[in-house]
């Protein structure tokens, strides 16, 4: 059975920013564009930077280290490094695309609620 994890106040957050915190134990960012809160996995499923050191840009998140992208709607992989060709085929055949973990968010009595 999953729970909701009051996390931060929905008016601690930006459009366009992010926080990481904890949630139930787990390092969560979670961030706000286009007015909808979203929270996935602290680390890039890649080689394991800080996302929330990252950029955002409306819904794609931009890993700091090696420029790997993911969509915040549905987790799915937009780029999975900034390398260049030969490099990048070599970098997928060690680790393969991997969608970002995602959690259920709402909000509640200006609460932002994460389930974990």
């Keep these: 059975m999953s729970d909701y994890v009051d996390v931060l106040g929905a008016d ?11 949630a139930g ?10 007015g909808e809160y ?4 602290g680390r890039c499923p890649h080689m394991g930077a800080r996302l929330v050191e990252g950029t ?23 780029r999975w490094t900034n390398w260049p060709g030969v490099v990048a ?16 968010v709402k909000v509640e009595g200006g609460r932002v609620l994460v389930e974990v």
């Design 89 to 104: 085929s070599v970098g997928r055949l060690i680790k393969s695309p991997t969608q970002l973990p995602r959690f259920r």
């Design 25 to 34: 134990g787990k390092a969560v960012v979670v961030a706000k564009a286009g």
């Design 12 to 22: 601690g957050i930006n459009d366009g920013e992010m926080r990481e915190v904890n």
């Design 38 to 41: 979203y929270a996935f996995g």
């Design 56 to 78: 955002l840009d409306g819904t794609i998140i931009t890993c700091p280290r090696h420029g790997s992208q993911f969509d915040l709607r549905d987790g799915s992989v937009v």
